[in-house]
């Protein structure tokens, strides 16, 4: 439910994906310099969720970042916001939190 994919630039999925409710997973962003912003300008860049990947519920994934394969992106709380995925998120691990960062290695 409510999944929004702002796809102005391509979104990978690997297999076995699992996406729970309420995930952004952004690829346009704009620029910093409000003269940039006053001219209109954007930027895209591609989002790439690796194999068997779980995507907890209200995640936010941001343009040009990369999950590896086997990871778990934590949820929010209920009255919360789940987590931002600010920066790539390595094969085979738990993150978690806003910004996201690794909190846990899983066995491979």
């Not at 346009?28 to 790439?48: F, G, S, T």
Request: charged content about 15%.
């Amino acid at each position: 439910f409510h999944l929004t994919l702002v796809d102005d630039a391509d979104i990978y999925f690997g297999d076995f994906v699992m996406v729970a409710p309420n995930v952004t997973i952004a690829t346009a962003a704009h620029p910093i310099a409000p003269e940039l912003r006053e001219k209109m300008l954007q930027y895209n860049l591609p989002v790439r969720v690796g194999d068997r990947v779980w995507i907890g519920a209200g995640a936010i994934l941001l343009p040009g970042v990369s999950i590896g394969e086997n990871s778990v992106i934590g949820a929010g709380s209920v009255v919360g916001a789940g987590s931002v995925v600010t920066r790539d998120i390595p094969p085979h691990t738990i993150a978690a939190g806003n910004p996201c960062k690794v909190i846990k290695k899983l066995e491979q």
